[in-house]
């Protein structure tokens, strides 16, 4: 089983600045796949920002220039800095973590819990 801890949710002014984090820990041999999704109130969760085990990266148009995601290998966990941050960024931020638990499964998509983050002055 693989536990996804994130934080760094919070209250911000338009303009502001946040920084998620979630780790991944438990039963992982690999991860491939690390991404933030949002989902604000009565609409469907959307991809925010993706990163390959190589570092490449991809990121809905919304927040190109503003958000950038990285990861830590040694630490099994990803972030996602958001820069100039505006009200429409209102939502409920989950990562998804695509681990590999042992040589021989097949890699499984894990979710975290969800962390709010709301833009308002």
């Known amino acids: 089983q693989v536990q996804l801890v994130e934080s760094g949710g919070g209250l911000v002014q338009p303009g502001g600045s946040l920084r998620l984090s979630c780790a991944a820990s438990g039963s992982i041999f690999s991860i491939y796949a690390m991404g933030w999704y949002h989902q604000a109130p009565g609409k469907r969760r959307e991809l925010v920002a993706a990163i390959t085990s190589g570092g490449s990266t991809n990121y809905a148009d919304s927040v190109k220039g503003r958000f950038t995601i990285s990861r830590d290998n040694a630490k099994n966990t990803v972030y996602l800095q958001m820069n100039s941050l505006k009200p429409e960024d209102t939502a409920v931020y989950y990562c998804?973590?695509?681990?590999?638990?042992?040589?021989?499964?097949?890699?499984?998509?894990?979710w975290g819990q969800g962390t709010q983050v709301t833009v308002s002055s």
């Open positions: 998804k973590v695509d681990v590999k638990a042992d040589p021989k499964s097949a890699p499984y998509d894990y």
